[in-house]
């Protein structure tokens, strides 16, 4: 498992299933390629990420607005020196190890053990918005994307990975895509990170069974494929529409 395959299966097990058995692709968007512009500039590889995405340029060679803005983003990251040092460690780490029943793989994007954290960029809409969640009301942009989850994740499976048994600090380095690019660095509290993992392990039982083919995946009739592959069978009352 992967945080991305797991916020997959809590998303649409039936368009995690498409996704795992090859029948169902999603486009990489602009807002994914930004990401990935920032992650490749502070990782040191912006020139291979460059020279392996012809779509960020025009026709004319130029850098398209939306990765001026990305180009942007770096440079306010690598311009603030509390970014930089949280930043400082080893580069797009890889760690595996057994958590809730599976093996998982995790990719730490600042990895600094001596220094007792890791660090997670993540480029987003503005820092400041709020999103509506079922559960909680209003949350954050870090609640609302999952992203409480995956440094949970993290920090787990780091310290399962490297046998310490106790878990660093996380840290998540935020650039708003706005003009000029917000920035923060955000922390997170060890009890929200325990809930976080607790979910998860209450989630894997279900999410295997569906993977391994026991269990009939379910639509969510909302996402990209369900809304692709959806066929009618009912008529809905209009007090469900935002149930
Ligand atoms: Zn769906």
Redesign the pocket.
């Known amino acids: 498992m992967s945080n991305s395959q797991y916020k997959d299966f809590v998303t649409?097990e039936?368009?995690a299933m498409a996704k795992l058995n090859g029948l169902w692709k999603e486009e990489p968007s602009d807002a994914l390629l930004m990401g990935t512009y920032v992650h490749a500039a502070l990782e040191g590889t912006l020139e291979e990420f460059k020279q392996s995405c012809p779509e960020l340029f025009t026709q004319k060679g130029e850098l398209r607005s939306q990765f001026k803005l990305a180009e942007r983003m770096y440079q306010t990251i690598s311009n603030d020196r509390m970014c930089m040092f949280v930043l400082d460690g080893q580069k797009e780490v890889i760690m595996t190890a057994e958590f809730a029943g599976c093996l998982w793989k995790v990719k730490l994007d600042s990895y600094n053990r001596e220094g007792g954290r890791f660090a997670d960029v993540k480029t987003v809409k503005s820092i400041r918005d709020k999103y509506w969640d079922k559960q909680y009301g209003y949350v954050s942009f870090v609640e609302a994307f999952g992203y409480l989850r995956q440094v949970a994740l993290y920090a787990e499976i780091e310290s399962r990975w490297s046998g310490s048994g106790e878990w660093l600090e996380p840290l998540i380095v935020a650039v708003s895509k706005e003009d000029p690019p917000d920035k923060q660095i955000i922390n997170v509290d060890v009890s929200r990170m325990s809930m976080e993992l607790e979910e998860i392990e209450k989630n894997m039982p279900r999410i295997l069974a569906v993977k391994s083919g026991l269990e009939e995946p379910t639509?969510?009739?909302?996402?990209k494929?369900?809304r692709e592959t959806k066929q009618l069978r009912h008529v809905l009352h209009y007090t469900e529409l935002l149930a």
């Open positions: 649409c039936a368009a639509r969510c009739e909302t996402c494929y369900c």
